[in-house]
């Protein structure tokens, strides 16, 4: 089983063999025997490159999980082992490069015996389906499956580029965003419906972007209005480039959660990324926004 798992995570037989100290012909043997056991395929080999099968996706998760629970069970009686193994990790992508990868360099050197799985992406993850220990998710939640540790709130702003407002006038209320282009986040959970403190606006535009850094570059462009996390247009704010516009409608501010599959062990290696992520995000000021007396703290969706 663990020759399985270091194989899909690393690629290959060599690789694995390498990794786990053992000969190449060894692990291919042992993954062989595996699959008899199983009576399923879990690797389809080719001269080049190992995919994995369907049952070879499914199976994987669960050896993984298991593999997991071993060692957390081991290293409990051990106090003094330092975490390792493989740590798989979600995260959005413009709160990644804005804010995770600076923090990746002194926490691999804080952990030397932990290897890190970055998985960068705006798609939605299944933590259960794709075999990742720990997600950042940005918003409400509403999947009682999962536990979450809160690590920033953050607020939403409306910008636009001057020269836009110059030449379309300035929104004085959301439902004025009815006869502006908006710049419309296709990935956003409510897609072209914006949510401010006491409406939600059905937005159009002739621009649809699937990146928060490209919306940012589309405002900076002049080509409309654009919806985002503060943190996302500071930058062009500073230059005088954008302005904030409709700011006392803006909606209660946005958590930030890492995400974690409940009814599984958490292994070693996991608690202590969220301890430091947790620890680095609370000292920044744009993830620490304070909610007002009239806003609930809550999580719900």
Same mark, same amino acid.
């Given at each position: ?9 690393? !690629? ?8 786990? !100290? ?199 462009? !002049? ?24 700011? !006392? ?53």
């Amino acid at each position: 089983m663990e020759c399985f798992v270091r194989t899909v995570e690393t !690629g290959g037989f060599s690789s694995a063999a390498r990794d786990l !100290g053992l000969s190449q012909p060894n692990v291919s043997r042992y993954v062989a025997a595996l699959e008899a056991h199983l009576q399923q395929r879990l690797l389809q080999r080719s001269t080049r490159k190992l995919h994995l099968t369907p049952e070879g996706e499914r199976y994987y998760v669960e050896a993984r999980r298991i593999l997991d629970a071993v060692s957390e069970a081991e290293s409990a009686l051990k106090s003094d082992v330092r975490p390792s193994g493989l740590l798989r990790v979600a995260c959005p992508t413009a709160f990644a490069h804005a804010f995770l990868m600076p923090q990746v360099p002194e926490f691999l050197r804080t952990y030397p015996d932990l290897d890190l799985d970055l998985q960068i992406s705006d798609r939605f993850v299944n933590l259960v389906d794709d075999g990742v220990e720990l997600a950042l998710r940005i918003g409400h939640l509403s999947d009682s499956a999962l536990r979450a540790r809160r690590v920033g709130l953050f607020t939403r702003i409306c910008v636009a580029e001057t020269g836009y407002l110059n030449a379309r006038g300035t929104p004085e209320t959301p439902q004025d965003l009815k006869h502006h282009d908006c710049i419309v986040y296709s990935l956003l959970s409510t897609g072209a419906t914006w949510r401010f403190a006491d409406a939600e606006v059905a937005v159009s535009g002739r621009l649809r972007v699937s990146a928060p850094e490209a919306a940012r570059e589309a405002a900076l462009a !002049g080509l409309g209005v654009a919806l985002g996390p503060h943190w996302l247009f500071e930058e062009g704010l500073k230059t005088g480039r954008l302005k904030r516009i409709l700011t !006392g409608y803006e909606a209660a501010p946005v958590p930030i959660h890492i995400l974690y599959v409940a009814n599984r062990l958490l292994p070693r290696r996991a608690m202590v990324f969220m301890d430091f992520m947790a620890a680095a995000f609370s000292k920044v000021e744009t993830l620490n926004v304070r909610l007002s007396p009239s806003v609930g703290s809550d999580d719900r969706s």
